[in-house]
């Protein structure tokens, strides 16, 4: 009973608590003593009400909902900017919002559950405001859904004072201005280009230069030649050979990192060669390559993207579903690859459950203490890791359990032993530059016995070509043979989804001016994992989702290029807007805010002052090539998945209006599978399945009808269907609103 009298402050007040998301209100219930029955996503136990948002439940209000004049977009209104900007619930939010402003009326304070970070104090306050709440508020800062932790937490509760909603106010400005930077700079360009659809924002436009300026400098990528110098010798006493390469000194390389003329490295090797007595000396130097830490969600997607071929979409809808569905995983937004203490303490109930889960077993050493347990890294998430939750594996679709025994597998390394490896050195000085070799031996395999992670998730070295075997100390060696060779120069290789997020998380090696690749990095520096970032965990997939459906940029296998449109858009931007430049400096200004030294009008103005000397610059000349424009004026049935445009009705099926410029998307009526199962995909089916992935369908099974769920995918933009069982109802009340919305439909059905 200790949570709740913590809650209840020791007396009769009603409570209601009011967490960011299903998981965490639910974890928050379980730590209260007593019983209590989840009924719409709301929990009573005593006189404590715990309920929770989906994400954001409000959004900005929209241009034409302010005046019905900004529905048809002219130069003449921009830019666009209002003074009170208003919130109001998304979509089919509504009844959410309107079901927690009714709870504010039955308790007697509120408790703040928000994220313990900018964001998460945001989207509860911005509830608050809302509903005009006059009613105090505590706040409680939870990064671990773990009971104790958690128990923790509301022993140390607060005031939602002045202070934290400033904190709220700096996520709320930097919204409000992401949403002055779409609205103008994307109204002005589609104006001035006549093309619709040109879309322009703070992440999206730097994230598009990634990928134009590494595509046109393998464009323009000349083949240079440059030489290498390598050498063999002998010690006589022990009997050994060893093959050295040239490290020329820095002053010495052409364009700093090669030697370009022929001729300089053949005057070196004649020097180096003509006094072959030298000393060599042998250091001895012994390491541990640690296991790669857990995941979080930017180095997983990139995981699954380079192992799986798992677009960063893909990856982060699964982890969506492992989470709600099956509570088979932690918080999977996370940006952070570390875990708390609480997290060690626990390993040893965790990771026999994680185990038999997987049917495999590892000899774990619950001992060992891996560097990723350490409550100072992290931030307001920890690593994504495997609960205890007692889920049907065997229900887990095939991607979605590469996914889970990915995330398992990392978390059961932390507590396997290290790599050992030898390292023997050998070097000659010479006036030119170190003639080096290396030799490693592993003397014990340690976790690479049982897993062999991504090259990019390892800290493993390359190995040597040359093999010697010294004690330390300095030997003779005589010099006795020499070989130039000749090599050529190779252009950046082209991005993937999984090396895009990973430059996107440290994007600031990218930046010139100091002192705005100091601030991007300063604004990451309690982030293990980031370095320098534009956008978060949330957004990353999405932005490069929309650049996809602009057109801005297209796959071709793994790799991501850019179109000819794209790499138009990209030079005809402004510079204030195609650089990460704008998310150091809106940082900063969020800090002031936090401070109380600044508002959400400061930061507005700061793109205002940036956008208005556009309106009144001669872009005449400006152009962009690409697709064909597409003017189709057929009513829409849904939004296509591959390119974004809109999906219309005729006579063979329900395809893209984009077919011209190579879409494929389509819901053919007479598909092979839908004659398969004697079905033909009709309006309605058309417009469930584009919406929301899936649909109910009937079929015969015998003499029996029976029901199950049609599920929508693309494989190499075409359309793929898949059916499954329609989940069992749980009558514990932790089902899945997605699971309850399939239960209300079946009973329609």
Same mark, same amino acid.
């Given at each position: 009973?200790?949570?709740?009298?913590? +809650?209840?402050?020791?007396?009769?007040?009603?409570?209601?608590?009011?967490?960011?998301?299903?998981?965490?209100?639910?974890? %928050?219930?379980?730590?209260?003593?007593?019983?209590?029955?989840?009924?719409?996503?709301?929990?009573?136990?005593?006189? +404590?009400?715990?309920?929770?948002?989906?994400?954001?439940?409000?959004?900005?209000?929209?241009?034409?909902?302010?005046?019905?004049?900004?529905?048809?977009?002219?130069?003449?209104?921009?830019?666009?900017?209002?003074?009170?900007?208003?919130?109001?619930? !998304?979509?089919?939010?509504?009844?959410?919002?309107?079901?927690?402003?009714?709870?504010?009326?039955?308790?007697?304070?509120?408790?703040?559950?928000?994220?313990?970070?900018?964001?998460?104090?945001?989207?509860?306050?911005?509830?608050?405001?809302?509903?005009?709440?006059? /009613?105090?508020?505590?706040?409680?800062?939870?990064?671990?859904?773990?009971?104790?932790?958690? $128990?923790?937490?509301?022993?140390?509760?607060?005031? &939602?004072?002045? /202070?934290?909603?400033?904190?709220?106010?700096?996520?709320?400005?930097?919204? *409000?201005?992401?949403?002055? +930077?779409?609205?103008?700079?994307?109204?002005?360009? =589609?104006?001035?280009?006549?093309?619709?659809?040109?879309?322009?924002?703070?992440?999206?436009?730097?994230?598009?230069?990634?990928?134009? #300026?590494?595509?046109?400098?393998?464009?323009?990528? *000349?083949?240079?030649?440059?030489?290498?110098?390598?050498?063999?010798?002998?010690?006589?006493?022990?009997?050994?050979?060893?093959?050295?390469?040239?490290?020329?000194?820095?002053?010495?390389?052409?364009?700093?990192?090669?030697?370009?003329?022929?001729?300089?490295?053949?005057?070196?090797?004649? !020097?180096?060669?003509?006094?072959?007595?030298?000393?060599?000396?042998?250091?001895?130097?012994? #390491?541990?390559?640690?296991?790669?830490?857990?995941?979080?969600?930017?180095?997983?997607?990139?995981?699954?993207?380079?192992?799986?071929?798992?677009?960063?979409? $893909?990856?982060?809808?699964?982890?969506?579903?492992?989470?709600?569905?099956?509570?088979? %995983?932690?918080?999977?937004?996370?940006?952070?690859?570390?875990?708390?203490?609480?997290?060690?303490?626990?390993?040893?109930?965790?990771?026999?459950?994680?185990?038999?889960?997987?049917?495999?077993?590892?000899? *774990?050493?619950?001992?060992?203490?891996?560097?990723?347990?350490?409550?100072?890294?992290?931030?307001?998430?920890?690593?994504? %890791?495997?609960?205890?939750?007692?889920?049907?594996?065997?229900?887990?679709?095939?991607?979605?359990?590469?996914?889970?025994?990915?995330?398992?597998?990392?978390?059961?390394?932390?507590?396997?032993?290290? %790599?050992?490896?030898?390292?023997?050195?050998?070097?000659?000085?010479?006036?030119?530059? !170190?003639?080096?070799?290396?030799?490693?031996?592993?003397?014990?395999?340690?976790?690479?016995?049982?897993?062999?992670?991504?090259?990019?998730?390892?800290?493993?070295?390359?190995?040597?070509?040359?093999?010697?075997?010294?004690?330390?100390?300095?030997?003779?060696?005589?010099?006795?043979?020499?070989?130039?060779?000749? /090599?050529?120069?190779?252009?950046?290789?082209?991005?993937?989804?999984?090396?895009?997020?990973?430059? #996107?998380?440290?994007?600031?090696?990218?930046?010139?001016?100091?002192?705005?690749?100091?601030?991007?990095? /300063?604004?990451?520096?309690?982030?293990?994992?980031?370095?320098?970032?534009?956008?978060?965990?949330?957004?990353?997939?999405?932005?490069?989702?929309?650049?996809?459906?602009?057109?801005?940029?297209?796959?071709?296998?793994? &790799?991501?290029?850019?179109?000819?449109?794209?790499?138009?858009?990209?030079?005809?931007?402004?510079?204030?807007?195609?650089?990460?430049?704008?998310?150091?400096?809106?940082?900063?200004?969020?800090?002031?805010?936090?401070?109380?030294?600044?508002?959400?009008?400061?930061?507005?103005? =700061?793109?205002?002052?940036?956008?208005?000397?556009?309106?009144?610059?001669?872009?005449?000349?400006?152009?962009?090539?690409?697709?064909?424009?597409?003017?189709?004026?057929?009513?829409?049935?849904?939004?296509?998945?591959?390119?974004?445009?809109?999906?219309?009705?005729?006579?063979?099926?329900?395809?893209? *209006?984009?077919?011209?410029?190579?879409?494929?998307?389509?819901?053919?009526?007479?598909?092979?599978?839908?004659?398969?199962?004697?079905?033909?995909?009709?309006?309605? #089916?058309?417009?469930?399945?584009?919406?929301?992935?899936?649909?109910?369908?009937?079929?015969?099974?015998?003499?029996?009808?029976?029901?199950?769920?049609?599920?929508?995918?693309?494989?190499?933009?075409?359309?793929?269907?898949?059916?499954?069982?329609?989940?069992?109802?749980?009558?514990?009340?932790?089902?899945?609103?997605?699971?309850?919305?399939?239960?209300?439909?079946?009973?329609?059905?």
């Amino acid at each position: 009973m200790y949570l709740f009298r913590i +809650v209840q402050r020791r007396n009769s007040m009603r409570s209601l608590i009011i967490a960011e998301k299903p998981e965490l209100g639910r974890a %928050i219930a379980a730590a209260i003593d007593g019983s209590g029955k989840e009924v719409r996503g709301v929990i009573r136990k005593q006189n +404590v009400i715990i309920t929770w948002a989906y994400g954001h439940l409000l959004r900005l209000c929209e241009p034409d909902e302010y005046d019905g004049k900004y529905k048809k977009w002219k130069k003449e209104d921009l830019p666009i900017c209002f003074e009170n900007w208003k919130l109001v619930p !998304d979509g089919n939010k509504k009844d959410r919002v309107e079901q927690i402003m009714a709870l504010m009326q039955e308790c007697d304070q509120i408790i703040h559950a928000g994220d313990p970070d900018d964001e998460g104090q945001f989207l509860i306050d911005e509830i608050l405001d809302y509903a005009q709440n006059e /009613k105090p508020v505590k706040r409680v800062y939870i990064n671990d859904n773990t009971p104790a932790n958690i $128990k923790k937490a509301f022993h140390d509760l607060i005031d &939602n004072d002045e /202070k934290l909603r400033a904190v709220g106010r700096s996520a709320y400005a930097r919204a *409000v201005a992401d949403y002055v +930077v779409g609205i103008n700079y994307s109204r002005l360009f =589609s104006l001035l280009l006549r093309r619709k659809g040109m879309s322009v924002g703070r992440v999206q436009s730097p994230t598009l230069g990634l990928i134009v #300026m590494r595509d046109e400098a393998i464009d323009h990528h *000349v083949k240079q030649k440059y030489y290498e110098l390598h050498t063999g010798g002998h010690i006589a006493e022990p009997d050994t050979s060893i093959r050295f390469q040239l490290k020329p000194k820095s002053d010495l390389l052409d364009d700093g990192k090669h030697i370009l003329h022929r001729n300089i490295m053949e005057d070196m090797e004649r !020097d180096i060669m003509a006094k072959p007595d030298q000393k060599v000396k042998i250091d001895e130097k012994f #390491m541990d390559v640690k296991p790669p830490l857990p995941f979080n969600l930017a180095k997983l997607q990139a995981h699954m993207n380079a192992r799986y071929g798992f677009d960063l979409s $893909k990856t982060d809808q699964i982890t969506q579903t492992l989470r709600d569905r099956y509570q088979a %995983i932690t918080y999977n937004r996370s940006d952070s690859q570390y875990l708390k203490e609480e997290h060690f303490q626990e390993a040893d109930k965790v990771l026999p459950h994680v185990m038999s889960k997987l049917n495999e077993q590892y000899p *774990v050493d619950y001992k060992l203490h891996s560097e990723c347990f350490n409550d100072k890294y992290v931030t307001a998430h920890h690593a994504i %890791i495997p609960t205890m939750s007692d889920f049907n594996i065997a229900q887990l679709l095939p991607d979605e359990r590469r996914v889970y025994e990915e995330i398992c597998r990392y978390y059961i390394m932390q507590f396997l032993p290290p %790599i050992r490896k030898r390292q023997l050195s050998a070097i000659i000085k010479t006036e030119y530059g !170190d003639l080096r070799a290396t030799s490693t031996y592993v003397l014990d395999e340690g976790y690479k016995k049982y897993f062999t992670p991504e090259k990019e998730d390892s800290q493993e070295e390359e190995e040597d070509d040359s093999r010697f075997d010294l004690p330390k100390g300095t030997y003779p060696i005589q010099l006795v043979s020499s070989e130039l060779q000749e /090599k050529e120069t190779n252009p950046p290789k082209r991005y993937t989804q999984a090396s895009l997020i990973r430059d #996107m998380t440290s994007i600031a090696k990218y930046v010139q001016d100091k002192e705005i690749k100091d601030i991007l990095k /300063k604004k990451d520096k309690d982030k293990k994992g980031e370095n320098g970032s534009i956008g978060t965990s949330a957004t990353r997939s999405q932005i490069v989702e929309t650049l996809i459906k602009r057109r801005y940029v297209e796959m071709k296998g793994k &790799n991501i290029i850019s179109t000819q449109l794209g790499k138009d858009f990209y030079h005809l931007l402004p510079e204030e807007i195609k650089k990460p430049d704008l998310t150091a400096k809106w940082w900063v200004i969020q800090e002031d805010i936090k401070e109380g030294n600044a508002d959400v009008k400061t930061l507005v103005d =700061s793109v205002l002052e940036a956008f208005v000397p556009h309106l009144k610059k001669d872009y005449s000349h400006l152009r962009v090539s690409g697709e064909v424009e597409i003017d189709d004026d057929r009513k829409a049935v849904g939004i296509c998945p591959v390119c974004g445009n809109k999906i219309v009705e005729n006579s063979k099926g329900f395809g893209c *209006v984009n077919y011209r410029n190579g879409c494929k998307f389509a819901l053919w009526k007479e598909d092979r599978f839908f004659q398969s199962i004697e079905k033909e995909v009709t309006l309605p #089916m058309a417009e469930k399945l584009l919406k929301d992935k899936y649909c109910l369908v009937k079929l015969k099974e015998g003499e029996q009808e029976i029901i199950k769920v049609l599920q929508l995918g693309v494989r190499n933009g075409r359309a793929v269907y898949r059916l499954v069982d329609v989940p069992k109802k749980d009558t514990s009340a932790k089902q899945s609103d997605a699971e309850a919305a399939l239960h209300a439909e079946q009973k329609k059905t």
